[in-house]
T-cell receptor
Framework: KQEVTQIPAALSVPEGENLVLNCSFT??????LQWFRQDPGKGLTSLLL?????REQTSGRLNASLDKSSGRSTLYIAASQPGDSATYLC??????????FGTGTRLKVLA | GAGVSQSPSNKVTEKGKDVELRCDPI?????LYWYRQSLGQGLEFLIY????????KSGLPSDRFSAERTGGSVSTLTIQRTQQEDSAVYLC??????????????FGPGTRLTVL
């Protein structure tokens, strides 16, 4: 059974810091991996989708990497801003549709 | 364009009552998914629709939970005889189709269900 773990569970940093969020999964036979952010009372917003054949994806200040063999993905956020404060969720896509989510990292960026 | 919408946004009910949660997917999306997010837990998959059929109901926690989709569009998640442990945020998502490497699910804002 696929299990997804995110570390740390919560993180508080001053504005401007670069930070790394970690996601690990137990079964390397994944289809894709996706990072989302969730704001309080809101749905999920997709940040980056990494296909199983890819090693990383970049969007603006965000960079996500994937190492299937070790069962790990990292989300790197450069020059963090207060607007980045949210819960970040990692989802592993097993098969072609089933998303298995981690419990998330709650990020707070202090002004 | 319009995203995935869900109604109601909040629902408070008494234990033992039935509730219906509605999801309107993005127009043209053939696949629709329901998830549940309980306090302190991650999102858990409940059910998935391809068109009007549900090939995978494996995540439904009990036979009190059911879902249907009509016309390949709107879906309703019904919880009968609600229990306090059903309290959670229920999220709906849709995608164009499955099986594409770049396909992604788009999520609605969720329905927060509170069972007293």
């Amino acid at each position: 059974k696929q299990e997804v773990t995110q570390i740390p569970a919560a993180l508080s940093v001053p504005e401007g810091e670069n930070l790394v969020l970690n996601c690990s999964f137990t079964d390397s036979a994944i289809y894709n991996l996706q990072w989302f952010r969730q704001d309080p009372g809101k749905g999920l917003t997709s940040l980056l989708l990494i296909q199983s054949s890819q090693r990383e994806q970049t969007s603006g200040r965000l960079n996500a990497s994937l190492d299937k063999s070790s069962g790990r993905s990292t989300l790197y956020i450069a020059a963090s801003q207060p607007g980045d404060s949210a819960t970040y969720l990692c989802a592993v896509i097993s098969g072609t549709y089933k998303y298995i989510f981690g419990t998330g990292t709650r990020l707070k960026v202090l002004a | 364009g319009a995203g995935v919408s869900q109604s109601p946004s909040n629902k408070v009910t008494e234990k033992g009552k039935d509730v219906e949660l509605r999801c309107d997917p993005i127009s043209g999306h053939t696949a629709l998914y329901w998830y549940r997010q309980s306090l302190g837990q991650g999102l858990e998959f409940l059910i998935y629709f391809q068109g009007n059929s549900a090939p995978d109901k494996s995540g439904l926690p009990s036979d009190r939970f059911s879902a249907e989709r009509t016309g390949g569009s709107v879906s309703t998640l019904t919880i009968q005889r609600t229990q306090q442990e059903d309290s959670a945020v229920y999220l709906c998502a849709s995608s164009k189709q499955i099986g594409q490497a770049t396909d992604t699910q788009y999520f609605g804002p969720g329905t927060r269900l509170t069972v007293l």
